[in-house]
T-cell receptor
Protein backbone atom coordinates (compact mmCIF):
# COMPACT_ATOMS: atom_id res chain seq x y z
CA UNK A 1 0.00 0.00 0.00
CA UNK A 2 0.88 3.63 -0.20
CA UNK A 3 3.13 5.03 2.50
CA UNK A 4 3.40 8.54 3.77
CA UNK A 5 6.55 9.39 5.66
CA UNK A 6 5.80 12.15 8.13
CA UNK A 7 8.60 13.80 10.05
CA UNK A 8 9.57 14.52 12.65
CA UNK A 9 7.70 12.01 14.81
CA UNK A 10 7.78 14.44 17.72
CA UNK A 11 8.96 17.94 18.54
CA UNK A 12 9.49 19.75 21.80
CA UNK A 13 9.79 23.52 21.38
CA UNK A 14 9.61 26.74 23.35
CA UNK A 15 6.64 29.08 23.06
CA UNK A 16 7.27 31.64 20.34
CA UNK A 17 9.41 29.38 18.17
CA UNK A 18 8.51 28.48 14.60
CA UNK A 19 7.81 24.87 13.69
CA UNK A 20 8.12 22.95 10.45
CA UNK A 21 6.98 19.43 9.65
CA UNK A 22 6.65 17.56 6.37
CA UNK A 23 5.31 14.55 4.58
CA UNK A 24 6.87 12.72 1.67
CA UNK A 25 5.66 9.87 -0.49
CA UNK A 26 6.83 7.75 -3.38
CA UNK A 27 3.38 8.25 -4.93
CA UNK A 28 1.78 11.30 -6.52
CA UNK A 29 -1.25 12.77 -4.77
CA UNK A 30 -3.92 15.11 -6.12
CA UNK A 31 -4.77 16.61 -2.74
CA UNK A 32 -2.82 17.16 0.47
CA UNK A 33 -4.58 17.75 3.77
CA UNK A 34 -3.28 18.72 7.19
CA UNK A 35 -5.20 17.84 10.35
CA UNK A 36 -4.60 18.52 14.05
CA UNK A 37 -5.78 16.21 16.80
CA UNK A 38 -6.07 17.44 20.38
CA UNK A 39 -6.05 14.89 23.21
CA UNK A 40 -9.41 13.12 23.51
CA UNK A 41 -10.78 14.64 20.33
CA UNK A 42 -11.00 13.81 16.66
CA UNK A 43 -8.74 15.33 13.98
CA UNK A 44 -9.69 18.80 12.81
CA UNK A 45 -8.96 19.95 9.25
CA UNK A 46 -6.43 22.79 9.21
CA UNK A 47 -5.54 23.28 5.56
CA UNK A 48 -6.46 21.62 2.25
CA UNK A 49 -4.18 21.89 -0.80
CA UNK A 50 -5.41 21.04 -4.28
CA UNK A 51 -2.75 22.19 -6.73
CA UNK A 52 0.97 21.49 -7.10
CA UNK A 53 2.95 24.44 -5.84
CA UNK A 54 -0.01 25.86 -3.93
CA UNK A 55 0.89 27.78 -0.77
CA UNK A 56 -1.99 28.34 1.65
CA UNK A 57 -2.16 30.07 5.03
CA UNK A 58 -4.60 29.75 7.90
CA UNK A 59 -3.61 32.26 10.58
CA UNK A 60 -0.17 31.30 11.85
CA UNK A 61 -0.20 28.10 9.79
CA UNK A 62 1.19 27.84 6.28
CA UNK A 63 1.21 24.72 4.14
CA UNK A 64 2.54 23.99 0.67
CA UNK A 65 1.76 21.34 -1.93
CA UNK A 66 5.10 20.22 -3.36
CA UNK A 67 5.82 20.77 -7.05
CA UNK A 68 6.48 17.05 -7.57
CA UNK A 69 3.07 16.29 -5.91
CA UNK A 70 4.89 13.82 -3.69
CA UNK A 71 5.37 16.02 -0.65
CA UNK A 72 3.91 18.74 1.52
CA UNK A 73 5.03 20.77 4.49
CA UNK A 74 3.30 22.60 7.32
CA UNK A 75 4.83 25.57 9.13
CA UNK A 76 3.55 27.07 12.36
CA UNK A 77 4.89 30.50 13.24
CA UNK A 78 5.23 31.94 16.74
CA UNK A 79 3.96 28.82 18.49
CA UNK A 80 1.68 29.09 21.51
CA UNK A 81 0.76 26.47 24.15
CA UNK A 82 -2.56 25.62 22.48
CA UNK A 83 -0.64 24.42 19.39
CA UNK A 84 0.09 21.26 21.37
CA UNK A 85 -1.31 18.17 19.70
CA UNK A 86 -0.72 15.64 16.97
CA UNK A 87 -0.50 16.93 13.41
CA UNK A 88 -1.39 14.54 10.58
CA UNK A 89 -0.80 14.92 6.90
CA UNK A 90 -3.00 13.05 4.44
CA UNK A 91 -2.65 12.51 0.73
CA UNK A 92 -5.57 11.79 -1.56
CA UNK A 93 -5.57 10.22 -5.00
CA UNK A 94 -8.41 11.10 -7.33
CA UNK A 95 -11.43 12.51 -5.55
CA UNK A 96 -12.20 9.64 -3.22
CA UNK A 97 -11.70 9.87 0.52
CA UNK A 98 -11.42 6.12 0.90
CA UNK A 99 -8.16 6.46 -0.98
CA UNK A 100 -6.91 8.93 1.63
CA UNK A 101 -3.59 7.91 3.15
CA UNK A 102 -2.60 9.35 6.52
CA UNK A 103 0.86 9.92 7.90
CA UNK A 104 1.61 8.61 11.38
CA UNK A 105 1.56 12.09 12.86
CA UNK A 106 3.90 14.61 14.47
CA UNK A 107 3.46 15.10 18.20
CA UNK A 108 4.09 18.74 19.06
CA UNK A 109 4.78 19.87 22.60
CA UNK A 110 5.12 23.57 23.35
CA UNK A 111 6.84 24.63 26.53
CA UNK A 112 5.37 27.90 27.91
CA UNK B 1 -23.87 23.94 12.51
CA UNK B 2 -23.44 20.74 14.50
CA UNK B 3 -20.37 18.69 13.70
CA UNK B 4 -20.05 14.93 13.44
CA UNK B 5 -21.37 13.36 16.63
CA UNK B 6 -20.48 9.92 17.95
CA UNK B 7 -21.79 7.81 20.78
CA UNK B 8 -20.90 6.50 23.22
CA UNK B 9 -17.71 8.38 24.05
CA UNK B 10 -16.22 5.50 26.01
CA UNK B 11 -16.95 1.79 26.16
CA UNK B 12 -15.46 -1.16 28.00
CA UNK B 13 -16.19 -4.64 26.71
CA UNK B 14 -14.97 -8.15 27.34
CA UNK B 15 -13.23 -10.28 24.75
CA UNK B 16 -15.78 -12.17 22.64
CA UNK B 17 -18.56 -9.63 23.12
CA UNK B 18 -20.14 -7.52 20.42
CA UNK B 19 -20.29 -3.73 20.23
CA UNK B 20 -22.22 -1.13 18.23
CA UNK B 21 -20.93 2.38 17.74
CA UNK B 22 -23.04 5.21 16.35
CA UNK B 23 -22.36 8.26 14.23
CA UNK B 24 -24.38 11.21 12.96
CA UNK B 25 -22.79 13.12 10.08
CA UNK B 26 -22.81 16.84 9.49
CA UNK B 27 -26.16 17.90 8.07
CA UNK B 28 -26.10 17.61 4.30
CA UNK B 29 -23.19 15.14 4.21
CA UNK B 30 -24.12 11.85 2.59
CA UNK B 31 -20.85 9.97 3.03
CA UNK B 32 -19.75 8.43 6.31
CA UNK B 33 -16.34 6.88 6.95
CA UNK B 34 -15.09 4.82 9.87
CA UNK B 35 -11.47 4.76 10.98
CA UNK B 36 -9.64 2.86 13.68
CA UNK B 37 -6.91 4.72 15.55
CA UNK B 38 -4.94 2.28 17.63
CA UNK B 39 -1.98 3.43 19.68
CA UNK B 40 1.07 3.90 17.49
CA UNK B 41 -0.68 2.82 14.28
CA UNK B 42 -2.18 6.05 12.98
CA UNK B 43 -5.57 6.19 11.30
CA UNK B 44 -6.60 3.00 9.53
CA UNK B 45 -9.54 3.14 7.09
CA UNK B 46 -12.34 0.73 7.99
CA UNK B 47 -15.49 1.43 5.96
CA UNK B 48 -17.11 3.96 3.66
CA UNK B 49 -20.87 4.38 3.29
CA UNK B 50 -22.61 6.64 0.83
CA UNK B 51 -26.33 6.93 0.14
CA UNK B 52 -27.01 3.89 2.29
CA UNK B 53 -24.57 1.60 0.49
CA UNK B 54 -21.20 0.24 1.54
CA UNK B 55 -18.82 1.66 -1.07
CA UNK B 56 -15.49 0.37 0.15
CA UNK B 57 -13.85 -1.32 3.08
CA UNK B 58 -10.32 -1.39 4.38
CA UNK B 59 -8.18 -4.37 5.26
CA UNK B 60 -10.21 -5.55 8.26
CA UNK B 61 -11.89 -8.91 8.93
CA UNK B 62 -15.62 -9.42 8.26
CA UNK B 63 -16.46 -9.16 11.96
CA UNK B 64 -16.17 -5.42 11.39
CA UNK B 65 -19.36 -4.36 9.66
CA UNK B 66 -21.81 -1.51 9.61
CA UNK B 67 -24.66 0.18 7.89
CA UNK B 68 -25.96 3.59 6.94
CA UNK B 69 -29.54 4.65 7.56
CA UNK B 70 -31.81 6.76 5.32
CA UNK B 71 -30.99 9.83 7.44
CA UNK B 72 -27.28 9.17 6.67
CA UNK B 73 -26.40 8.26 10.24
CA UNK B 74 -24.31 5.13 10.59
CA UNK B 75 -23.48 2.26 12.90
CA UNK B 76 -20.26 0.31 13.19
CA UNK B 77 -20.59 -3.21 14.56
CA UNK B 78 -17.71 -5.29 15.80
CA UNK B 79 -18.37 -8.94 16.64
CA UNK B 80 -16.26 -11.38 18.64
CA UNK B 81 -14.16 -8.62 20.15
CA UNK B 82 -10.44 -9.22 20.51
CA UNK B 83 -7.98 -7.43 22.77
CA UNK B 84 -6.32 -5.75 19.79
CA UNK B 85 -9.64 -4.11 18.87
CA UNK B 86 -8.99 -1.65 21.70
CA UNK B 87 -8.70 1.70 19.96
CA UNK B 88 -10.31 5.04 19.26
CA UNK B 89 -12.96 4.59 16.56
CA UNK B 90 -13.44 7.74 14.54
CA UNK B 91 -16.32 8.57 12.29
CA UNK B 92 -16.00 11.20 9.58
CA UNK B 93 -18.39 12.64 7.03
CA UNK B 94 -18.08 14.43 3.73
CA UNK B 95 -20.05 15.56 0.73
CA UNK B 96 -19.95 13.42 -2.38
CA UNK B 97 -20.67 15.28 -5.60
CA UNK B 98 -20.08 13.84 -9.04
CA UNK B 99 -17.65 11.26 -7.70
CA UNK B 100 -15.62 13.85 -5.81
CA UNK B 101 -15.44 13.78 -2.00
CA UNK B 102 -15.01 16.98 0.01
CA UNK B 103 -12.45 16.82 2.85
CA UNK B 104 -13.30 14.67 5.84
CA UNK B 105 -14.71 16.16 9.01
CA UNK B 106 -14.20 13.93 12.04
CA UNK B 107 -16.15 13.33 15.21
CA UNK B 108 -14.45 13.00 18.59
CA UNK B 109 -14.51 9.23 18.49
CA UNK B 110 -15.52 6.34 20.69
CA UNK B 111 -12.78 4.98 22.93
CA UNK B 112 -13.23 1.18 23.03
CA UNK B 113 -11.36 -0.86 25.60
CA UNK B 114 -11.50 -4.65 25.35
CA UNK B 115 -10.46 -6.58 28.45
Amino acid sequence: GQQLNQSPQSMFIQEGEDVSMNCTSSSIFNTWLWYKQDPGEGPVLLIALYKAGELTSNGRLTAQFGITRKDSFLNISASIPSDVGIYFCAGQKGGSNYKLTFGKGTLLTVNP
Amino acid sequence: EAGVTQSPTHLIKTRGQQVTLRCSPISGHTSVYWYQQALGLGLQFLLWYDEGEERNRGNFPPRFSGRQFPNYSSELNVNALELEDSALYLCASSLTLGGYNSPLHFGNGTRLTVT
